[in-house]
């Protein structure tokens, strides 16, 4: 295989590779491709199993729905001003709870 380039002075220059360089170089980077690929591969089911266990751990209960032994109460209080809400939830497995504003998700330390 020869490759062509051009030098200062305007003239071609033709350099000899080696065939059997290249060929052997380009056979190592599809085998080094095809490795990743597999370890990818291995890599990404791997972690599918061990979300889907996760997630059946945590989608399955194992007793009954919570209940509410005291619920909200109605509050009247000035614009601006804080608010406690508070209630009492009974259930067997560990409840999760989620506390929403206006349909929107209320999140961190302070609200829980």
């Not at 003239?11 to 080094?32: C, G, I, R």
């Not at 919570?66 to 804080?82: C, D, H, I, W, Y």
């Amino acid at each position: 295989m020869s490759e062509i380039s051009w030098s200062y002075d305007g003239d071609y220059q033709e350099q000899e590779l080696q065939q059997e360089q290249v060929q052997e170089q380009v056979q190592e980077q599809v085998v080094q491709e095809q490795v990743q690929e597999q370890v990818q591969e291995q890599v990404q089911e791997q972690v599918q199993e061990q979300v889907q266990e996760q997630v059946q751990e945590q989608v399955q209960p194992t007793g009954e729905a919570p209940k509410f032994k005291r619920g909200l109460t109605a509050l009247n209080v000035e614009l601006g001003q804080p608010i406690k809400l508070d209630c009492e939830v009974e259930a067997t497995d560990k409840p999760s709870v989620v506390w929403y504003r206006n349909g929107i998700e209320i999140e961190g330390p302070r609200y829980m």
